[in-house]
C-alpha cells in the first residue's frame, strides 16, 4: 500500500513558481530520507532533491539554485519549493523514500507560455 500523497502539481508559466507537497505516513515518515523524483514524456524518472531526517538535502544538478526541499516533522510533510520554472521541468513528480518503493500517483507539473 503507497502511504504517500502527492499535490500541488499544476499549469504554470515560464518564471513561475510552485510548491508540491507529499503527505507521509507517520509509520514510515522518520524511517527513511525523503525525496521528490520526477519523469518526462520518453524519459526515465531521475531523482531532483532528497533530504535525511537530520535535514541535510541535495539536488540534482539542473535544479540547484532554484528548487528547495524541505520538510514538517509535525506534519509528516515533504514540500518542494519550486522556483524559476522551466520548460524543461515539466514532468509527473513523484515522492518517495529513499531507496525508492511502491511510487504513487505522483502530481503533474505542466511549465508552458
Known amino acids: 500500500q503507497v502511504q504517500f500523497v502527492e499535490s500541488g502539481g499544476g499549469l504554470v508559466q515560464p518564471g513561475g513558481s510552485l510548491r508540491l507537497s507529499c503527505t507521509v505516513s507517520r509509520t514510515i515518515f522518520n524511517i527513511y530520507a525523503w525525496g521528490w523524483y520526477r519523469q518526462a514524456p520518453g524519459k526515465q524518472r531521475e531523482l531532483v532533491a532528497i533530504i535525511t531526517n537530520g535535514g541535510s538535502t541535495n539536488y540534482a544538478d539542473s535544479v540547484k539554485g532554484r528548487f528547495t526541499i524541505s520538510r514538517d516533522n509535525n506534519k509528516n510533510t515533504v514540500y518542494l519549493q519550486m522556483n524559476s520554472l522551466k520548460f524543461e521541468d515539466t514532468a509527473v513528480y513523484y515522492c518517495?523514500?529513499?531507496?525508492?518503493?511502491?511510487w504513487g500517483q505522483g502530481t503533474q507539473v505542466t511549465v508552458s507560455s
Open positions: 518517495n523514500r529513499d531507496p525508492p518503493a511502491t
